[in-house]
């Protein structure tokens, strides 16, 4: 039965948003007319605020489709200033109700009911429904779990939703064209700006095994659903390769899968019958991230044999940095161990490393270097920059040690859009500038160990670093370009790829 209420979902600079998806979908189910509009594309290190041009483009849609309910993904903290602006500026010219969803709202509910009139905190793939069951009957949604809800001055927090069944959440929608927009500069595009997309991304469970990480999300989510059941939730191979035999049907350029789990589930029962339905069924080679705790080589070989291709895996800080600040008990033995492992099956790693942390010395980052000199070879190596979210642990250990300010914790920063990777021509100290730049050089193929030694050896390099610098970002670009080459053979390159990555004001490093 189709409901009177029309409803708008608007995910910030990502046209691939899962949130907006999960909750556009059991909407429209459930008979509400959905309209989904990608406000604008991320590119790596920029995020431009919005144009008048955009921000009015946005408005004459909502006016267009004639919306009565607008509801903001806000998945990442640094938003908060552009999601106000956009709250407002909707708010001044069409006077809608705003609804603010996403990990957020979820990090800081208080901060952000102050601005919206509602909230959705923690998941709510099913409860969004009965919020809007709610207000459609035309009751106040002072009481539904999941959300709160302000009025004038007065919040109405109430208890979050229970966690979902993911067997029972329904397959992200790509069959509706029509209801959906993507926003960039002049030009609005109608139908699902992430269907031609040759990579697809999905999740094969929520929550994470060790929940440990203190810079992480999941520290935070956790301790919200104590009591509410089994919080780290695998779904089950037959519903993932039904997603992907319903998928593929629509998404027609789909050559690789990329699995965005934060660890892959390498558990033996699930990955036997996900090694026996994958090949089968979906045939597509995919990817996956892992921890070094979990690596190990059976069930890599049974992944490998279903058609794992590459992985992701964090080595993060130096051991002494990742015991004592980040609680993550990962040994380098562990991380050099599998790292073993991939090359032993051929599978491709990209190895990732978190910098510009207040807290490594330079035994830390020495310690660290010399691990990557020991990783056999090849590897691809990630430099993130410390991103610190809001209400974690690490954010408030580090200002209760005054090792940083309000201003350095995502919400009032927004460090995730300026050097969330690495980019070696950012300004930073000249002992920094040397170790990156080592670090670069330490995982190309074609110099040899021996070579990168004498550089680190180098007197010279420590007064000034900029030759190594410059050598770091040729040598770079040379490897980046046999990566694309690569991808460009599997017929992975599109103009979205290239706008994503290739941002000449911030090259990132692999
Ligand atoms: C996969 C992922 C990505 C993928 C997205 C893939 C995709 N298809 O969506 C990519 C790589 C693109 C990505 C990019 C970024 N990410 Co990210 N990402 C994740 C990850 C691991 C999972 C997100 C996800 O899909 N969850 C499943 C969905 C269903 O859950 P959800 O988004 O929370 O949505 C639910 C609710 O929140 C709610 N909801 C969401 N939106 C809305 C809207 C309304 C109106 C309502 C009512 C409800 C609602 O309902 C949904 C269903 O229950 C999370 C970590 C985590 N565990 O959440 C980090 C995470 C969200 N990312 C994070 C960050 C920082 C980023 C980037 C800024 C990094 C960067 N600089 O590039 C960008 C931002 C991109 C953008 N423009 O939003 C941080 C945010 C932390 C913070 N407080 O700032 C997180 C939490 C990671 C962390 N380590 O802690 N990310």
Known sequence: MSKKLRIAVISLYALENNGVRHVATPLREAGYSVTEIYFKDWVNNRFPWPSEEEVNALITLLADRRIDIVGFSVRASAFHRMAKYLTERVRHELNLPILWGGMHPTFLPERCISIADYISVGEVDHAVVDFFDTIERGERADSVPGFWMRDGDTVYRNDIAPLVDLNEVPFRDFHTEDDKFHIEGSVVTQGDPFITNPEYTLLASRGCPYWTCTFCSNTLTKPLYDGKGKKFRIRSVEHLVS??????????????????DEVFPLRKGWIAEFKEKWPARVGIPFEVLVDPRMVAYEPLKHLKEAGLRAVCMGIQASE???KEFYNRNTTDEQILNAQRIFRKLDIDSSLQIIWDDPVSEEEDKDSVFRLVMELERPFNLYL????????THLARRLLREGLITEADIEGVGTHAFEQFRVDLSYPRPKADQRWLALLV??????LSKEFVWKLYESERFKKDPRPLTHLATATNLAHMAGFVGKMAMRGEVTPLLIKRWVNP????TM
């Open 243 to 260: 997603e992907l035999e319903y998928a593929k049907k629509l998404c027609k350029d789909i050559k690789v899968v990329r699995f965005d």
């Open 320 to 322: 002494r940095v990742n």
């Open 384 to 391: 993130f920059g410390l991103t610190i979210y809001p209400n």
């Open 441 to 446: 050089l330490a995982n190309k193929p074609f």
């Open 505 to 508: 004001g911030s090259l990132v």
